[in-house]
């Protein structure tokens, strides 16, 4: 969904999966991997969603959510179904990160653990 590519899209084949490709570009390059119409829009402050939209955000902390909401991906997306979290981390995962980005008080310990 981030990163506006299918699973089946052409340029994943032989050895080059989704999964792999976000998780390559975590290091330097997550903003290669996002789909460039919604990274333009979250700093645009066009996108719709929950978030107020007149809030301004800076790039660095779009850019820091989208990396963690990506991280969330990979780890839901491992080969192995028993490798994945269990669901109630995942949405803990995805409240921290909601909290980082309107600045709602967030627990160290869970930051931290997501940033990680």
């Not at 390059?29 to 719709?48: R, W």
């Not at 850019?63 to 669901?87: A, F, M, N, W, Y």
Request: some cysteine; proline content about 4%; overall charge negative.
């Amino acid at each position: 969904m981030f990163t506006g590519k299918r699973p089946t899209d052409t340029m994943f084949d032989g050895s080059l999966t989704l999964h792999n490709f976000v998780e390559m570009a975590m290091a330097e390059q997550v903003a290669n991997v996002i789909d460039p119409t919604l990274f333009q829009q979250a700093v645009m402050g066009e996108a719709s969603s929950s978030i107020n939209s007149s809030q301004n955000h800076s790039p660095a902390s779009i850019h820091e959510c989208l990396t963690s909401i990506l991280k969330v991906g990979i780890e839901c997306s491992e080969e192995q179904p028993t490798d994945r979290p269990d669901i109630k981390e995942i949405v803990t995962q995805l409240h921290v990160i909601k909290n980082t980005l309107l600045g709602v008080g967030v627990q160290g310990g869970m930051r931290a653990r997501i940033a990680a």
